[in-house]
Every structure is written in C-alpha cells, then in structure tokens.
C-alpha cells in the first residue's frame, strides 16, 4: 500500500514537472526522414531520435567544450585493455515509454537493449548510414541485465562520445519487431518524450514522457515543457514570418535574412531586443574548406611544382569575401582543421596560407606555370593548365562558383566549372574523380579524432575527400588514436595540421554561426554544440 | 462504348512512353542514389549492399521489367528514404492537395469566366482595354512573387490569415490555412484564363444564333448567361479538366511556402532525395490522371453539345 502511494505521488510529481500547458513550437527547415534511429542520417530525424531515446552517455548541458556525463549509465564507462574495452552500468528502474508492442507490461530497460540496438547498426539489412561509428566495435557481451561489456578492434580513447551518440539510444526489440517496416514512424524509447502526433514531412508532436525517469535540475524536475510541436518548414520567408508572428518560439535557420534582425558587430537589433526577443550565437562545430583532389594528374601529387600549384589557388581565394558576400557575414574563418568546441581546438593557431594574389602569382611565374598569349598561365611542360571546379547547381554554389572565377582569375588560371547532383558529386568524390572542391564536415562528437580522420590515408573514397595519402599524417594519425585528449595528442595534432598546410591538400574557409532566435516566453535555453536540440532543459512562461 | 474501349486502349502505348522515359531519365541524369543513402562515411561494400538492397545492381532490363509490373499492379513498393509504402504517401498526401485545388479551380473558374464575359460584352472598351492590360501584367508575373507578396501582405503585416501551416481536420483547413493559399492560386490562375475565356466569349457573341435570338427579344442576360456560355463551355471545360492533374503536382511552391502536406511537396522531396520509387509513381499517376481528364473532356463534349459526334 505504502508503495502504491509512493508510486501515485511519484506519477503526481512528474505530470507537475512537465506542464501540458507549455507546448515548445520549433521548425524545421527540411523534411524527417523517420525515427528509427539504426535507419537515418539526417540531423532532423536524429533531433527527434534525441528526444525520444536515451544513450547511455549524454553531455553536460552547461560545460564548455561539451563534457561527457551518465545517462543511463550508472557512471562512465570503466575503459581497461588500454582502451580496447568499455564496460558500463545501466541504472535500475529506468522503463520504456508504454506501447503496444509490450502488451500492457512495464518494459525496464537493461543492458540488453543497448547490446541489440548497437549491433543493428552493423546489421546489412538496416543499412545504417551511422554503421561508420560502430565499425570498431569486436564484440557486445552483457554478462547480467545490467552490465554491457563492449571489446574494440583497436585502442579507441573516444569511444566514449559513440556511446553518447544521439543515435545510440536504446530501442526495445519487441518494439522494432511489433512495428517492422514501420519502426521508423513508431520510435519506442525511454527518454524525456514520446511521439504524440506524427504527419509525415508537415508535422511532428511529442509530449512529456509521463513514464520518464526523474532527472532533475537546481532542484527542479525536467523536462518543464508538456511538449514540442516541430512544424517543416523549408521556405526562409515562412520561417521568418512565422517566427515574427509568434506562430514559433525559436528559430536558427534564418542564414538568409540575419541582417534584418543582426547588427554588424553579431548584437540582436534594437527593435527585436526591445520586444523581449532574445538571441543565442554561437559557432557550429564545423568546418567548411576547400580541397585538392592529391590524386588528381594536374594537382595532385607531392612534387614540389604541384604542390605550389595548389599554393597559389589557395592564396589567391578570399576566404574573407566567402565569409562577406556568401555567409553574409554569419560566420568565422576557421584557421584549424578542428573547429571552435570541439577538444583538440587550439584557438591561438593561424593558418600558415594566406590570402596574397601577389606572392600566388610570384609563385607560380618560380615554378614555371608561365603566361601564354591568352593571358593564362600553361603548365611548365607547356600543356595547358585547366583548374576543373565541381559544385552543384544551386543559387548558393553560383556565388561559389564566382569566387572561385575571382580567385583564378587573379593569377592567370583558366577555371573550368564542372556541375553535377549531389549524389553524383557524391559518388564521383568517393571514386577520387574530382578535381577542386568546396565540403563541409560537422562534428559527429566533439573530439578532435572525428576531424582528423578527414585527412587519414586509408579514409581516402570515404570520408578523405582530397584522397590525401602522406606516411608522415597517418604515422601521426596512428599515435593519436592511442592517446586520450589532452597535450600529447594536441602537439600530433598541431604537427598534422601544418603538414596539410605544407601539402597545400586544403584551404579552410569557416564556420557558420549559429544564431538561435528566440521568443521572449522561452528560459533556460543554451546551444549546447553537439546535442541536436535542449528541449529537456528549456522552460516557457505562460501568459498572466 | 467502342469509342471509350478504343482511346482506353491507346492509353496503353501513351503509358509504356512515359515509363521508358522516366526510367531512363532517372538513370541517366538522375545520379546513383546509394551514395546519397550510405551517409557521411560509406565502405564500397557498403554502397555495394544499398544497391543490392534497392535493386539498382541489377541490369537495366531487370529494373524496367519490374517498374513496368509495379505499374500493372499500382504497388510502387516503399520509399528509398522514408521506408514509407508509395501507397500510403499518397494516401495522405492527396486531401491536402485537393483541399487546396478543388477550391481554387472552382473559385478561379466562376471567377475568370464571369469577368471574361464582362470584358467580352464590352469589347474595345475602355474597361476591356484596362483589364487586358491588367491580365498581361499580371501574366508576367511569376508565382514565386504572389506568394511572396500576398504571404507578407496578408498574412503578415494585416494578420488576416496565419501565414503557413495545415490542421488536423477539413472543417479547420478550408476555413483557416487553406484560404491564403487558395486566394495565391486564383489571382494567379485569373489573369491567363480571363485572356483566355475572352477569346472562347468573342468567338461565340459573333456567331448568327447570338442575333437572332437578340431578335427573338430575349434579354442580354439570357443571351450570354444561357447561349453563349454553353456553347463555349466545350474549350471552357477542356481547360478546366487538363488543368487539374498538373496542378496537382504543380502546386509545390504553393505547398511549401503554406506548409501544406501535399503531393507537389512530396515530389519535391522525392527528387532532392533521389528517391525513384515515389517520382516513378507520381510520374505514372500524373501521366494516367492526364489522359483520363482528356476522355473525360471528349465526354463532355457530347453532354454539352448534342452535335458532337464522338468517333
């Protein structure tokens, strides 16, 4: 009897915590694809996977850089066999969302379903765009319900992060067998909320999880918010609008009209602050850059010719006007191959390339890349000299694309602009087929191993893009991947960034703002910058 | 009946043209769909099991012979992205897309025909002048900048309508979100079709049967409002009825800016993501819808004028 009250008042708590009245209302500016998370890859499916399931590790949503803490894990992981072992504890009394698919019982979740939720992302049959992360793994054992042992192929001190991995939340098998082919439209978890209402590519409604376990901030129970209603909207105008209207309460895509509510120097302006409307900024965890194909015959290679070849584009592209006329000035240069909040960042390195048409053009007219009677240069051997640029055909690549005719124009280098879809650029980038190119990469987890690795010979027709391939990186890159974060890793780190730069294998460019707008009824609310959304943590003030 | 089984019939080579092309469309210039669905990192056996999985390993007559019996048997199987049954993405996709249509088409039709006929009556009068001259303006102005303007006008800056968004229930759509964007597609659609009910109207007011029963005494409203409009209404309804199936797809600027879950914004999504399975549908459903409001136009002709003999 005792603990049927117990239990009432418990359940009394958590309806008061969450208070139905206040409905968080966000957008987004591209459509789901689904909520099974071993089946997606794009950030707005996994914003509501996030929601909806619990890793075992998550950050802490106030420490800058972004700091792992438990979930559902009793503690972090104990990491043994130098790094080739993690063993964890799921805490006890932490239950599924009820659902159909346990047939009226309490489902408790336990080791058990994070060993199968981590294996389906190796499974062929999911085809798991994320597979990537987990490919690491050896072997799952769970030893009893609560205990999961997971053995690596080889030393990974970040392994850590792939635990606290949106995606790596712990589905239920029953749920994903109950629901089969629609597991994607029927996400069972045990985080802070459930999926209420879901129409497909218009509209998703989560409420409170009312099962949710207790978790608690400064003394008050989380999440405060009864629900989210996530509204797709892929136009700017609507967003801007909508927001302007109160029809939202945040909103972060707005790129395109940040001058109308941002001052020069990134301030809110006046007339937006005066109506209580607050902004949050920050800079993504990325980095945008140009690369060089180094397998490419006209500018690949590491003679010294070629590698002043690719010295000279570099030196002779404004990363200042990409940041000016494309970015509209939201966003950074980014000097280091990892970005602002990620562990390995080094705030004080300068990249050793710098924007000088004069010493591009001195440096080539050295290396033999002489003018002919059209105005181009040639190259030393006399054939011609074409710089084959790839983007899409898109309004924002165009304004790339005259960049890059800026650039070459400046040092004499016909361009010649190769446009393709995205998949085909895709393909033909993991194929090594193209010349120069604009990529971007965010942080999957802030370490600094999730961008080094971009660079890493045997990534190359994966995530290398340049196809870069120098025994020096990798040997530096191998030693890394032994050592945990802190000074070791950081000077291998510094020595592998100045190696890309001598390489000359890319230009960085930047990385863009984030500028969160957001409605004066919503509190609490801080990007953190890896977790896709703060929903657990945010509270809105109801009218009087 | 033999006059209906024989253009069923010719719906048959029609069809295998529109499949034959947009399957090798898709295959020539649509890209390799496995590397968009292997994600940020993807090993070659990775893509290799992706177009094991979905089928684009197998050679071309394969993927014909089996796009040909989806088309036999209307399953389209699932979405390449979403995992979603073709089916039911149209399923749920169609109200949306009809609550906005069926609205929009009648609205701009009365509309559109009732101003025709003014300006035809009046004809070389000032009137005719000025709303010609408004209908060529207003043809020349892109979709993109209505939206725009009405969606920021109305919506926006006087709050007579929410400026996006889509409900739960008809009663709550028709009433509410879809009445902005209905009003967008009239002012669109009243400029081409005035210019164009106009030329059916002054076809028609010079003909004898006009004059004599002019003749006959019978009032000017009896005369434009019985007479001629139902021997115009022939090009009228052929307009009206070949509209509908391209608006039906077309309509996706509408339904994005208006966050509208319909089938214009499904296509839109499908080719940005490479996602064959829906754009074969759509084409095939698109194509079908077409030749089926072209009968129902020859239908209609014998309906509306006795004369006419369908052969």
Not at chain 1, 423 to 450: F, T
Not at chain 1, 497 to 526: C, I, K
Not at chain 2, 201 to 215: K, N
Request: charged share 20%; net charge positive.
């Amino acid at each position: 009897m005792r603990a049927l009250g117990l239990l009432l008042a418990l359940a009394i708590s958590g309806a008061q915590a969450a208070d139905p009245a206040k409905i968080l209302r966000v957008t987004f500016q591209a459509a789901e694809t689904g909520f099974d998370p071993a089946k997606v890859s794009d950030y707005y499916s996994g914003t509501v996977i996030e929601a909806i399931f619990d890793p075992l590790l998550t950050y802490d949503y106030l420490a800058r850089p972004a700091t792992l803490v438990p979930n559902t894990a009793v503690a972090l992981p104990r990491i043994t066999d130098g790094g080739r072992t993690y063993t964890l504890q799921v805490r006890r009394g932490i239950y599924f969302a009820e659902d159909a698919a346990f047939k009226g019982a309490r489902r408790e979740l336990t080791a058990l379903d994070y060993a199968y939720s981590l294996r389906r992302f190796l499974d062929p049959k999911n085809r798991s765009p994320y597979a990537f992360l987990f490919e690491g793994i050896a072997g799952i054992e769970t030893p009893d319900r609560q205990t999961i042992v997971i053995r690596l192929k080889r030393t990974d001190f970040n392994f850590a992060h792939v635990l606290a991995f949106p995606l790596a939340g712990a589905v239920a098998r029953e749920a994903i067998e109950h629901y089969g082919d629609e597991s994607a439209a029927h996400p069972v978890g045990s985080g802070p909320f459930r999926l209420k209402r879901y129409v497909r590519s218009s509209k998703i409604v989560l409420e409170a999880n009312p099962g949710f376990r207790e978790v608690t901030r400064e003394g008050e129970r989380l999440p405060k918010i009864g629900g989210v209603e996530v509204s797709i909207m892929e136009e700017t105008q609507s967003r801007w609008l909508a927001f302007q209207r109160g029809e939202s309460d945040m909103e972060y895509q707005l790129s395109e009209v940040a001058s109308a509510f941002i001052t020069e120097d990134g301030k809110l302006r006046p007339e937006f602050a005066a109506r209580g409307i607050q902004l949050d900024r920050s800079v993504d965890p990325e980095i945008i850059y140009l690369y060089f194909n180094m397998q490419d015959k006209t500018v690949g290679g590491l003679a010294k010719e070629k590698i002043a070849l690719r010295r000279a584009i570099a030196m002779s592209y404004s990363v200042d006007d990409q940041i000016r006329i494309i970015r509209k000035g939201q966003a950074v240069r980014a000097q280091y191959p990892i970005p602002p909040g990620v562990a390995g960042h080094d705030p004080d390195y300068r990249s050793a390339i710098p924007h000088d048409p004069r010493a591009a053009n001195a440096l080539l007219d050295r290396f033999g890349y002489r003018r002919g009677a059209d105005g181009f240069r040639r190259m030393p051997g006399g054939e011609p000299l074409v710089i084959r640029y790839s983007s899409m055909p898109t309004e924002r690549d165009r304004q790339f694309d005259e960049l890059m005719k800026r650039a070459l124009d400046s040092i004499g280098v016909r361009l010649e602009i190769h446009k393709d879809r995205f998949p085909e650029l895709l393909k033909l980038e993991n194929q090594c087929r193209l010349m120069v190119k604009h990529s971007a990469w965010i942080a999957d987890y802030p370490d600094g191993d999730n961008f080094m690795q971009l660079l890493y010979g045997p990534n190359s027709g994966q995530s290398n893009n340049a196809c870069y391939k120098s025994a020096e990186y990798d040997k530096r890159y191998e030693r890394s991947r032994l050592l945990p974060q802190g000074p070791a890793r950081d000077r291998l780190y510094h020595e592998m960034a100045r190696l890309m730069e001598t390489d000359t294998v890319w230009l960085l460019t930047d990385s863009r703002y984030r500028n969160v707008l957001l409605q004066p009824r919503v509190q609490g609310f801080h990007k953190h910058p890896v977790m896709h959304q703060e929903w657990l943590y945010i509270d809105l003030e109801l009218p009087r | 009946m033999s006059y209906l089984v024989r253009r069923l019939w010719q719906f048959v080579p029609t069809l295998a043209g529109v499949i034959l092309l947009v399957f090798f469309l898709f295959n020539w210039v649509g890209g390799d769909p496995a590397y968009m669905l292997a994600g940020k990192i993807a090993s070659p056996e990775a893509i290799e099991n992706i177009r094991r999985q979905i089928g684009v390993d197998q050679p071309y007559w394969v993927q014909l012979w089996i796009f040909v019996k989806q088309v036999a048997t209307a399953d389209f199987g699932a979405s390449w992205s979403t995992n979603e049954r073709v089916s039911q993405i149209f399923a749920t996709r169609l109200g949306p897309s009809l609550t906005v249509l069926i609205p929009l088409l009648l609205a701009s039709t009365l509309l559109s025909l009732a101003v025709a006929m003014l300006v035809a009556y009046y004809r070389g009068s000032l009137t005719d002048r000025a709303a010609m001259i408004g209908c060529t303006v207003g043809q020349s102005i892109s979709i993109l900048v209505y939206i725009l303007v009405f969606q920021y006008v109305l919506g926006y800056q006087l709050a007579w309508f929410p400026v996006q968004g889509w409900g739960s229930t008809l009663g709550e759509n028709l009433t509410r979100y879809a009445v902005l964007p209905i009003v967008v597609g009239v002012v669109v659609s009243l400029a081409p079709d005035i210019r164009l009910y106009r030329t059916f109207f002054l076809d028609e007011i010079g003909q004898d049967y006009v004059r004599t029963a002019r003749a006959k005494g019978l009032g000017e409203g009896r005369v434009l409002w019985l007479h001629v409009l139902r021997n115009a209404a022939i090009p009228v309804a052929t307009n009206v009825l070949i509209q509908l199936p391209g608006l039906l797809a077309g309509a996706f600027l509408i339904e994005r800016f208006f966050s509208i879950p319909g089938i214009g914004r499904e296509v839109i999504l499908a080719v940005e993501r490479s996602d064959f399975p829906v754009i074969k549908a759509v084409t095939v459903y698109v194509a079908i819808a077409t030749m089926v409001m072209n009968l129902t136009a020859d239908l209609l002709y014998r309906a509306l004028d006795p004369r006419v003999q369908l052969k």
